[in-house]
């Protein structure tokens, strides 16, 4: 049984809020986006629908193997070009921070591409599971310790096509 914990209709309303706040500060100079796959698809496909301005849209495939340790392994499985990035505003959309493991590589990754200027958005912050000291830049919401499923978010792959975001019971 899957809890739903937020509607489709909230998270919409809240990505299309952000997509006009990142328009409000970018206005007509390019966005490049980058979705982590896979979990931020659903996320970046919105919040692209609903931005103004120039964008440009990339991917970068990782995954993270957390030892008993605090600290986690992050494997690359698909990277992006120097080319793409440096010079550019680059927002990297994550579907959820966690331990934050993955999004401190992510932001050491592409900053030593030298963008123009690196942003995090993220769609869901689990604040209290922090390992390591790093914040998104914005964030849709914030939950509590739980291991939420859909909207692209799975468990062992399933669930990642349930509109809405829900807890498994
Ligand atoms: P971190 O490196 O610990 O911050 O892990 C972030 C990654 O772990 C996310 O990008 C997700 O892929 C995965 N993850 C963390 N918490 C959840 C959850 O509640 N549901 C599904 N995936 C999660
Ligand atoms: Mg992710």
């Known amino acids: ?28 100079d390019e966005v490049v986006f980058i979705c982590t796959l896979k979990g931020a698809v659903f996320f970046a496909c919105e919040l692209l629908k609903n931005y103004k301005g120039d964008a440009r849209l990339e991917f970068l495939r990782v995954s993270s193997y957390k030892g008993k340790k605090s600290t986690g392994k992050i494997e690359l499985n698909l990277s992006i070009s120097k080319e793409n990035i440096e ?28 963008p123009k200027s690196l942003e995090i958005c993220t769609l869901l912050d689990k604040k209290m599971r922090r390992e390591v000291e790093i914040e998104a830049d914005y964030c849709c919401f914030e939950i509590d310790d739980l291991f939420v499923v859909g909207y692209g978010l799975d468990y062992n792959q399933k669930y990642r096509n349930l509109p809405y975001i829900g807890v498994i019971e």
């Open 87 to 114: 010079n550019h505003n680059v927002i990297i959309l994550e579907d959820i921070v966690d331990t934050g493991c993955t999004l401190k590589f992510l932001k050491e990754y592409i900053g030593d591409m030298n």
């Open 1 to 28: 049984m899957i809890k739903k914990l937020i509607s489709e209709k909230d998270i919409n309303k809240r990505v299309k809020e952000l997509s006009e706040l990142l328009y409000k500060k970018y206005c007509d």
